[in-house]
């Protein structure tokens, strides 16, 4: 049985230029990477209430063709302000791929979906479920 995001993984022909793209982004640096922080093959975030992983893969290591064209999965990662949060990555260079969606009638959720500069997709949105469990969880009022 499925129990909860653990990691995701992007693949990044620059390693690198992924990982300082992403901490400007997320506000941190990566945690982990090898095999050296000078040059990386894999690096690896950990944030978000529940220190969900991102890790960021050198596309050479990859067991399918890594393009720069969306291709599979979009994960959606809940964020607070949708708007700010899809401004924020426009500017740092991501792409939108799927602007902001109402998903359902006045259900609060509403999706989008942009393409990282190294061609990986990322999803955001509202989740009003998420916050309804972290309040469950917490025992606070988010």
Request: overall charge negative; charged content about 20%.
């Amino acid at each position: 049985m499925l129990r909860g995001l653990a990691t995701i993984s992007f693949y990044a022909t620059d390693v690198k230029a992924a990982r300082a793209w992403y901490e400007k982004f997320l506000g941190i640096e990566a945690y982990y990477a090898v095999p050296s922080v000078d040059e990386p093959a894999y690096v690896e975030f950990r944030f978000g209430d529940f220190q969900c992983e991102l890790g960021i893969i050198d596309a050479k290591y990859a067991t399918h063709q890594v393009t720069s064209t969306p291709a599979g999965s979009i994960v959606y990662w809940h964020v607070d302000d949708l708007e700010a949060t899809v401004a924020r990555l426009v500017e740092l260079g991501a792409t939108v791929h799927e602007d902001i969606t109402e998903r359902g009638e006045n259900t609060g959720f509403r999706t989008a979906a942009l393409l990282d500069p190294f061609g990986n997709l990322l999803g955001v949105m509202n989740n009003p479920h998420y916050l309804e469990i972290l309040g469950e969880l917490t025992g606070t009022q988010n």
